[in-house]
């Protein structure tokens, strides 16, 4: 054990983080709570320091979730009575809790890009079997009709050709486009600037609109770049579903709170303010992302897809029995209650959706 010499070797008379005046006996700052030693930091100290915060946090997790997963309702009527320095912070908790899930659900997902098929490529893809067999059913054919498969296969390579059309088709003038409604100019605008691009691959939207002689206008130029990174996703939706499930835990924090002014308005009888429905809905929700989390696992270990739909149905009944623990009404009421605010979630929910697709395409 260190003496006191050694101890108020290292004490100041001033805190160094907010310079309150300190006596050398004391260990902490009265005012802002900081440590009060002069000592210059050493790599064990941070190592320690690090450690402590770490492990302390760690013992509320744990905590926090054995109670959310076995005891519906009760982590958050808890927190509301006062009780929250055994429990991790609902808000931080379910922020690590979905970063986790998502991580998962994007390792656990693979979207396929889904491309035309070209009559050569799927001949080159068929056995020598499958090509004979294919022709013998082309042999076949009413009539006495015959058709050879190089030449199907030819004519509708000719027919594609034959059918791509020329951006000049399209073709609208300035001017016309300042004559018409915004949503019919835009429209306008936008099969111009798709054929434009399919024909000509240009990817500066300033070159382009020289080209078209249309006005380089901050508006169609940003046009001109949505209708690029269409074809882009198109051809790769793989890339744009990732960028979205990026920002998702994001998303969803800020819809949450929506949520929340439901159950308020739902519950508005019972002594809850809002922020107290809040820390509800973020305690269920993050044990949604931990059930359905641990499905995707289990569906990548055993590849079954019977833990999906079986998460869902425990994470319906744990709602049922969080929302009859938390806010203590009668089975009818509270079942009445949970179709209601389901039925709500799901609206807002499509509506986030689409509010979401179109901002991430628009700032893509």
């Given amino acids: 054990m260190k003496d006191n010499n050694t101890i108020k070797k290292y ?203 249309h006005n380089k206008t901050n508006y169609n130029e940003w046009l001109y770049k949505k209708t690029i990174d269409y074809n882009f996703m198109t051809e790769n939706p793989k890339i744009f579903l990732n960028y979205i499930l990026g920002k998702m835990p994001l998303i969803i924090f800020f819809f949450l709170p929506v949520v929340a002014l439901f159950n308020w308005l739902l519950y508005w009888r019972r002594n809850f303010n809002y922020m107290e429905h809040l820390v509800f809905i973020f305690h269920v929700q993050s044990v949604f992302f931990v059930l359905l989390g641990l499905s995707l696992l289990l569906k990548e270990i055993f590849n079954i897809d019977f833990f999906t739909p079986l998460a869902t149905l425990l994470f319906l009944f744990y709602l049922y029995k969080a929302m009859r623990n938390f806010y203590e009404q009668s089975r009818f009421k509270t079942i009445v209650k949970f179709l209601i605010i389901n039925t709500i979630f799901l609206i807002l929910a499509v509506i986030a959706t689409l509010i979401t697709l179109f901002a991430s395409f628009a700032i893509y």
């Fill in 11 to 213: 004490r100041g008379t001033t805190c160094l983080n907010c310079n309150h005046p300190l006596d050398i006996s004391d260990n902490y700052c009265a005012n802002c709570g900081q440590n009060n030693s002069i000592k210059k930091l050493s790599f064990k100290d941070y190592v320690n320091e690090y450690f402590a915060g770490v492990f302390s946090y760690d013992s509320r997790v744990n905590l926090t979730l054995f109670t959310l997963l076995f005891r519906p309702g009760k982590i958050t009527k808890d927190y509301v009575n006062g009780k929250r320095m055994r429990y991790a912070n609902p808000f931080r908790f379910y922020l690590s809790v979905s970063i986790i899930f998502f991580i998962i659900f994007g390792f656990s997902n693979n979207y396929e890009g889904i491309t035309e098929s070209d009559p050569d490529t799927v001949k080159n893809e068929l056995t020598d079997k499958e090509l004979e067999d294919l022709q013998q059913d082309l042999n076949e054919l009413p009539g006495n009709v015959k058709v050879n498969l190089d030449t199907l296969i030819a004519l509708q390579n000719l027919r594609d050709t034959v059918t791509t059309k020329s951006y000049k088709t399209k073709y609208i003038t300035q001017n016309k486009v300042d004559s018409l409604s915004f949503f019919e100019a835009t429209s306008k605008r936008l099969e111009l600037y798709n054929a434009f691009h399919e024909e000509t691959k240009i990817t500066s939207s300033t070159v382009a609109l020289d080209s078209l002689h």
